[in-house]
């Protein structure tokens, strides 16, 4: 019997992946009926325990024309890597802000140079691209927007230059580019809820990648 309808399921299944527009929810109901399993995706970057970690974003072009974007986005991020446990020894967003705001040379500074200011191990460090928003979008698809890279920098690495950025490979970082549609933007509400949904799907994207977790729909290994 549980053959037979593993059959039946496969074939609504394979039917429902030929219509236009049913290839998602078709590959998401083959994990929900536990057909197949879902793998593991690797972390890229893993953080060793007791190694401090800061979030570092930076607006380098001024792209962001609401200017608490960054720091909502460092707090989304230390808030994703607590929750995980991708990264538990922490410093803290404000303490980052502090040093912001008391330092009259800080944007000058290099990442692994702020890094050490403050005691850390390691530097997540976020450059931003590009930002839009809306709290009344036109373009419905694209109704908030936000472009970035991301590097680790090792902040104690002061003798070898080529050890400093510990992932990715790239110079340029990982690149992201984090959209939502008017829907969310429309249950967001406000500027502030705008703020805080793109910054904890940022958060949730980049977090991912270092630590262990099973994949999710259409995610690349």
């Known amino acids: 019997m549980m053959s037979l309808l593993r059959a039946i399921t496969l074939a609504l299944l394979g039917i429902a992946l030929m219509l236009p527009g049913c290839g998602q929810s078709a590959g998401a109901a083959v ?51 607590d929750e995980t446990e991708a990264a538990t020894n922490l410093v803290a967003p404000s303490k980052v802000m502090r040093l912001r705001q008391l330092t009259p040379d800080f944007e000058e500074r290099g990442a692994r140079e702020v890094g050490k200011l403050l ?34 920098i090792n902040a104690n ?45 940022v958060a949730d994207r980049v977090v991912k990648k270092f630590y262990d977790h099973k994949m999710e729909d259409f995610e690349k290994e």
């Open 157 to 201: 690495e002061d003798k070898d230059r080529t050890k400093v950025r510990l992932w990715p490979e790239s110079p340029a970082g990982y690149p992201y580019e984090i959209e939502l549609g008017a829907g969310a933007v429309a249950r967001a509400k406000t500027r502030k809820g705008v703020v805080k949904a793109l910054s904890e799907e």
């Open 31 to 81: 994990f929900m009926f536990g057909l197949f399993k879902r793998p593991v995706v690797e972390a890229e970057h893993e953080f060793d325990e007791g190694e401090v970690v800061a979030v570092l974003v930076d607006d380098p072009f001024d792209s962001c024309f609401w200017s608490e974007v960054p720091q909502v986005l460092t707090e989304s991020m230390v808030a994703e890597l």
């Open 119 to 152: 005691e850390a191990d390691k530097v997540l460090w976020m450059e931003i691209q590009s930002f839009y928003a809306s709290e009344d979008p036109e373009d419905a698809t694209r109704a908030a927007r936000l472009s970035l890279s991301v590097k680790i």
